[in-house]
């Protein structure tokens, strides 16, 4: 995995590339799939690389992406959430559950 792609699209399709296909969001206190009605706690995923990206003109396009992987459930993916003023609070309470575990 490289330390940069570039912008935010480009690092998006360089991880898809680099094996982590899916686009994770989060529900209430879960991680779902693009077009899937599964969740997953996400005690059971760790953060593998942490990309931020600040825009050029306009702070409030400031965000962070997360590349996440989990080996219980074999699935790889990316979870996008804002930075500072854009952050979704929801997605970052699930973002501490992430941080720092080694699975």
């Known amino acids: 995995m490289k330390e940069s792609y570039g912008t935010l699209s480009q690092t998006i399709n360089g ?3 680099d094996g ?3 686009d994770f969001s ?3 206190d879960n991680l ?3 077009g899937n009605v599964d969740t997953f706690a996400p005690e059971d995923f760790k953060i593998d690389k942490t ?3 600040e ?3 306009n702070p409030g396009d400031e965000s962070i992406l997360y590349a996440i992987s989990s080996v219980k459930h074999d699935l790889k993916g990316i979870l996008i959430n804002g930075y500072g003023i854009s952050a979704d609070s929801n997605t970052n309470d699930v973002v501490l559950k992430l941080t ?3 699975l």
């Open 15 to 17: 991880l898809k590339k």
């Open 20 to 22: 982590y296909p899916i």
């Open 51 to 53: 990309f931020r990206f």
């Open 55 to 57: 825009g050029a003109t």
């Open 26 to 28: 989060v529900l209430k």
């Open 100 to 102: 720092n575990r080694d």
């Open 32 to 34: 779902v799939c693009q």
